[in-house]
């Protein structure tokens, strides 16, 4: 079953997470509100009327539920990207791009992260793949010439 073919309330009952209005409200927002990753500032921004202590504990329960991943872009800000996920609520591994003019951080989700082969007795449990460069954006306004 596809990630965006079930309802958002469905998502969170699979996810095993309590549904309440808030709860729901920050999910429909991350959802459907951020084409890309995003900080809890921005989701701050987003929904003024919630507040920041309770937008930040159901970031965390999304992330522990594999909902969202983490992002560690190197702003110093943590970065959360909506997981796209298959039946087994795995989260599909994939690169991000943060730009160094405008400094949003970008999922290019057909962009997987490479298989790093490891050493005998080691075992990957997870992967960030942050490459740095320049948006689409600010090529156009030439924003990185300056």
């Not at 190197?74 to 405008?102: A, E, N, P």
């Not at 600010?138 to 300056?146: F, P, S, Y």
């Given at each position: 079953?596809?990630?965006?073919?079930?309802?958002?309330?469905?998502?969170?009952?699979?996810?095993?997470?309590?549904?309440?209005?808030?709860?729901?409200?920050?999910?429909?927002?991350?959802?459907?509100?951020?084409?890309?990753?995003?900080?809890?500032?921005?989701?701050?921004?987003?929904?003024?009327?919630?507040?920041?202590?309770?937008?930040?504990?159901?970031?965390?329960?999304?992330?522990?539920?594999?909902?969202?991943?983490?992002?560690?872009?190197?702003?110093?800000?943590?970065?959360?990207?909506?997981?796209?996920?298959?039946?087994?609520?795995?989260?599909?591994?994939?690169?991000?791009?943060?730009?160094?003019?405008?400094?949003?951080?970008?999922?290019?989700?057909?962009?997987?992260?490479?298989?790093?082969?490891?050493?005998?007795?080691?075992?990957?449990e997870e992967a960030e793949y942050v490459v740095k460069g320049i948006c689409p954006q600010?090529?156009?306004?030439?924003?990185?010439?300056?």
């Open positions: 079953m596809a990630h965006l073919d079930i309802s958002d309330e469905q998502i969170l009952d699979n996810a095993g997470i309590r549904l309440t209005a808030v709860r729901l409200l920050i999910w429909r927002k991350v959802r459907h509100g951020f084409s890309d990753a995003f900080s809890l500032a921005d989701l701050e921004a987003a929904l003024p009327t919630v507040d920041r202590s309770t937008i930040f504990r159901t970031l965390t329960l999304l992330s522990e539920a594999h909902l969202l991943h983490d992002i560690d872009d190197g702003s110093g800000s943590q970065k959360y990207c909506v997981c796209h996920l298959d039946d087994t609520r795995q989260c599909f591994g994939h690169v991000h791009l943060t730009c160094r003019c405008c400094h949003r951080t970008f999922c290019l989700k057909d962009v997987h992260i490479p298989s790093v082969p490891l050493p005998n007795g080691f075992q990957m600010c090529i156009d306004k030439g924003t990185h010439l300056k």
